[in-house]
């Protein structure tokens, strides 16, 4: 199972703001390993959102800002809309393993009401 | 801009090698880290492993024992094998490219391939 844990779903109407938790631990987020969000719409590949823990790649829209505190991480969307309904991963690397390795959340759907 | 594409059965029968190729065009496979990423049907995303264009290799420590991740780049490909599959393999499999600052994230994907474990 997935070191990094996120709720299993969360919903609002269009327009409010809603925001992902991802709570690692001392081994992964808490040691400093950088946070990074992507986007799943049904039937695609996850796509970048953010990355390197607040960081918006070319053409994604400035709703989405992400932020790390501890050992955990937090993506949130403000004025939701409804083309934002997908699912949300965040994506840490973990250093309990002798090699270390990169690891993801346990993912987010995000219905918009 | 780059492109990735996976490639290979869709059908595996348990207890065989699954295997799997990602050609990428748009690019040079120099200088990069290419992973695998998978996922079940309607679960979450699990990193297998990856592969550096050097060669020089990091697998998920789940899969260690029954994966190898390879690298050719003259053909600008690299593969996956996982051994001795069973049910719980079935997945949607992913390659995918870092951004190349060592960073660990994945700028680049491809769109995917189903491989169902059944006899």
């Known amino acids: 199972q997935s070191v990094l844990t996120q709720p299993p779903s969360l919903s609002g109407a269009p327009g409010q703001r809603v925001t992902i938790s991802c709570t690692g631990s001392?081994?992964?987020?808490?040691?400093?390993?950088?946070v990074h969000w992507y986007q799943q719409l049904p039937g695609t590949a996850p796509k970048l959102l953010i990355f390197?823990?607040?960081n918006r790649p070319s053409g994604v829209p400035d709703r989405f800002s992400g932020s790390k505190s501890g050992t955990s991480a937090s993506l949130a969307i403000s004025g939701l809309q409804a083309e934002d309904e997908a699912d949300y991963y965040c994506?840490?690397?973990?250093?309990?393993?002798?090699?270390?390795?990169?690891?993801f959340g346990t993912g987010t759907k995000v219905t918009v009401l | 801009q780059v492109q990735l594409q996976e490639s290979g059965p869709g059908l595996v029968k348990p207890s065989e090698t699954l295997s799997l190729t990602c050609t990428v065009s748009?690019?040079?496979?120099?200088?990069?880290?290419w992973s695998w990423i998978r996922q079940p049907p309607g679960k979450g995303l699990e990193w297998i492993g990856f592969?550096?264009?050097?060669?020089?290799?990091n697998y998920n420590p789940s899969l260690k024992s029954r994966l190898t991740i390879s690298i050719d780049t003259s053909k600008n490909q690299f593969s996956l094998k996982l051994t001795s599959v069973t049910a719980a393999d079935t997945a949607m499999y992913y390659c995918?490219?870092?951004?190349?600052?060592?960073?660990?994230?994945?700028?680049?994907w491809g769109l995917g391939t189903l491989v169902t474990v059944s006899s």
């Open positions: 995918a490219r870092d951004s190349g600052d060592s960073s660990g994230y994945y700028s680049y």
């Open positions: 748009g690019g040079s496979i120099s200088s990069y880290y």
């Open positions: 592969i550096y264009s050097s060669g020089s290799v």
């Open positions: 001392s081994s992964n987020i808490g040691a400093g390993f950088d």
């Open positions: 390197r823990n607040a």
């Open positions: 994506q840490s690397y973990d250093s309990s393993s002798l090699s270390g390795s990169y690891v």
